[in-house]
Structures are given as C-alpha cells and as structure tokens.
C-alpha cells in the first residue's frame, strides 16, 4: 500500500539502490504496521540541474547524497508511528546504505484505504461485497 | 484536473504510451465524471532498478509490464465510483494496451477544489468573485 | 516544507530551470509563508511523448513550454493564499522564466504538520518533547 517515491542524485551503484529502497521498506514495516511484501518503490535520478535543495534548512548540513522520500499512505498512523518511522529509517539508511541522517528528507501523504487497487481493477482494501 | 503519474518500465513504443494513457483517461471520463479534455498525464519510465514492486503481494502475477498509476483528482467521488474506476481501467488497459490486470496499481490522492490552477494563475474552479 | 515537483519537456537551459524553480520558489515564499530556506524541488524533464496535456481545456493555449507543478505542503493555507499562489507564480514565471501564463499548471496537496522530516530522523515541525 504504500507507494514510495525516491528522489536520488545519479552516480549511485545498483547496490545502492537497493540498499536504500530496502532501508526504508524496513522502516515502514517495523514502525508502520505495513506488510512485508506491500513493496512498491519509484526512484527518480537526478543531475544537480534536477534535484534542488537547501543545504542547511532546519540546520542541517545535506550534500549530493540527499535522499528524498515521498511516501503515500493510509491514513491513521498515529504521530508516535510517523516519529519513529523517520527515526527508523535515517538509522537504516545510514547502516544499510551509508546515508548521512542529515540527508533523509521524508515526506507522508495520507489517503483513504478505498484509494487502492493492486490489480485486477479490484479495491482490495474494501469489504468486498458478499456474493449472494 | 486529474493530474496522473503513470510509472512504467522501459521498452514500450509510442504508441503503447498513448494507449495505456488513452484507457486511463477513459476510464476517468466515464466512471468518475472527468471532462473529456482534462487530461494531464506525467509518464516516468524506469529500468528495473529504478521500478520496484512485489511480484505477488495480494495475490496477483506481477510482470515487469507493470503499470504503476497515481491519480490527483478532487475529493468527492464515492466509493463506488473509485472501485469503478479500478475496473474499467484494469478493463480498458488490457484491451487497448495489452497490460495484465495483474499489472495495473492504482493509488488516488484527494485534494481540494481550490488546490488548482489551470492557468493564467487563477483558481479556475473556485467560484470567481463578481466583477462590480 | 513544501516538496515541489515540477514536470516540463525537454529543451530547456540551466539558466531557465533555475529561474522556473525560483519563481514558484518566491512565489511561495511571498504568499504562503513559506521560509525563504525551505526550499526542496525535483523537476522531471520529458519527452511529448511522457508528458502529455491537453492544449485548450479551460480555455487555454497550452504549448510544450508548459509547466506542471505540484507542491505538497502543509494544511492551513487560505484559498485566499491559494489563489494569491497561483496568481503571483504565473507572473513570476514570465518575468523571470518567459513561460506564458496560459502554460502554469498548478496543483496543491495538503498533508499534517507531522507528516515532515527534514533530516536526522526527526519530526522538526512537532513540538518536541520536553528534556528532563
């Protein structure tokens, strides 16, 4: 259910990569309750002229390694859930993939749990209709 | 005013791209309401290392045909109207484009109708203030 | 705060993508409250065959030099505020970018306060707990 977007600088190996996407999957399961295998990731690579920061915004010292998440969600994760995600995932992604914290920008957005379908043009998270 | 992020992987022709764009926006059109010529669609498209899914979480075959698809439209439709609009696009994917049911995912983010402008820097669907 | 994609075709110099993200930047900043520092965008550069748009829907005479941009930020923004964006953005655009207003497409999603981490795992725009 989540659908993550991550917005990287090019020159990362494909190890990274997946180091990465696996660090924040990790995060979303051990904080937010999602399944292990509800994994669907977006990476967009970027050149300097594409992907624009500021360097020290809330006094942080971001570089080119930046990684920026746009996770979309259910709504109903509590503050304490959403807190320990970003905490979980700048561990991980330091430990797994090398990132410095200061360069794990998150953002949530929050929808309806009818806003999905994982295929077959069903809303499986929607009481189905009973058949008669 | 939907605006559609389609994420697809790499090797698909012109005119598979107009396709798969085709039965989303008449999928749109005729489940959900959306004028026929409010169409904005953003395709990214990905190498395997940029595009990553569970091949089979809930229960489906997914393939590297994949059709990752995020709807921003205005909050108000029902659901009914949302579980409509996974069929008929699962439905119309599969006979225009040739994509899997198995492969269409598809997330809708709910906004407000203030949250667009169209152009010319106005809120085109806000009530506009009278000209005295 | 706001996370800033904006998605236009190919063709375009630095020097005119610097000056697309400071418009919409400033155009923030002076009508949103957004800090001048607060300032995190990812463009998307396309072929027309990945970004696809309707040329006149609310009568406008879109071109390929149009701009798709689709800010995520905080809720609590006025419609007054909203429309004061869009208004100010498309005037930037031409003077600094020479887009044509009729090319300015702009969509807002809402999130909570809490949905944001700029770094080191924490949730910066919620009050903190108190150190004993």
Redesign the interface.
């Known amino acids: 259910m989540p659908?993550v977007r991550i917005?990287v600088n090019e020159g990362r190996s494909?190890r990274e990569?997946r180091a990465i996407?696996d660090a924040i999957h990790e995060a979303l399961v051990t904080t937010c309750a999602v399944?292990a295998?509800?994994?669907?990731?977006?990476?967009?690579?970027?050149s300097s002229?594409?992907?624009?920061?500021?360097e020290?915004?809330?006094a942080?010292h971001?570089s080119d390694g930046i990684v920026?998440v746009?996770v979309?969600f259910n709504v109903g994760r509590t503050?304490e859930q959403?807190?320990a995600l970003?905490?979980?995932?700048?561990?991980l992604l330091a430990e797994k993939a090398g990132v410095s914290?200061?360069?794990?920008?998150?953002?949530?957005?929050?929808?309806?749990r009818?806003?999905?379908?994982?295929?077959?043009?069903?809303?499986?998270l929607?009481p189905q209709p009973e058949t008669k």
Chains 1, 2, 3 share one sequence.
């Open positions: 659908l917005d494909e990569f996407g399944p295998d509800d994994r669907f990731q977006v990476f967009t690579v970027h002229q594409t992907l624009i920061y500021d020290s915004y809330m942080m971001r920026l746009q979309t503050t959403k807190v970003y905490h979980r995932a700048a561990q914290p200061d360069d794990v920008f998150i953002n949530l957005v929050e929808v309806q009818e806003n999905w379908s994982f295929g077959r043009g069903v809303a499986q929607v």
